[in-house]
């Protein structure tokens, strides 16, 4: 994945993660955008914030935090670790 870049993943576990790259490392939350049924993935990046492409709520995708009406919710976000050259994305159990 290049800078600015995002995957959309989907993990038996937690559901769809958005996955995006920014200054070379790895963010990965929740796809589904807290204010409704609408994927992240498919939002709008800017530095480290990601726009709703229905809401125009916007997202911290470091901690998930909401930064614009009409999200008020955050997004769950989840580590990620580079092993041997593989990207993981740390979901819970």
Partial sequence: MADGDVRRLCSPACGPIALFRVDGDFHAIADTCSHGQASLAEGWLEGFE????????????????????????????????RVEGVLLVIVPA
């Fill in 50 to 81: 990601v726009e709703c492409p229905v809401h125009s709520g916007r997202f911290d995708i470091r901690s998930g935090a909401p930064l614009a009406f009409p999200v008020t919710e955050p997004v769950a976000t989840y580590p990620t670790r």
